[in-house]
């Protein structure tokens, strides 16, 4: 019993790490990748304290925007 637990969870990360390992297929989600790539516009938006965050004050900085509309 404990073998055969084992054996299962063992397959089951194989299989889980088989799919995370493979390439996304971007054709098939209709993603078109910019060529060559694009700079982000010049923006700047608000922090949490209302202080203006200017986007190339972040440059070599990983950025991660969230928009949130509640209409």
């Given at each position: 019993?404990r073998?055969?637990?084992?054996?299962?969870?063992?397959a089951?990360?194989l299989?889980?790490g088989?799919a995370?390992?493979?390439?996304?297929d971007f054709?098939?989600m209709n993603?078109?990748?910019?060529d060559?790539?694009?700079?982000a516009?010049?923006?700047?938006?608000?922090?949490?304290?209302?202080?203006a965050v200017?986007?190339?004050?972040l440059?070599?900085?990983?950025?991660?925007?969230v928009?949130w509309?509640?209409w």
């Amino acid at each position: 019993m404990r073998t055969s637990l084992l054996a299962a969870g063992l397959a089951s990360l194989l299989l889980a790490g088989a799919a995370l390992a493979a390439a996304p297929d971007f054709v098939r989600m209709n993603v078109q990748p910019y060529d060559p790539p694009k700079a982000a516009p010049a923006f700047s938006l608000p922090d949490l304290n209302g202080k203006a965050v200017m986007l190339e004050s972040l440059k070599g900085k990983v950025v991660m925007l969230v928009f949130w509309a509640t209409w």
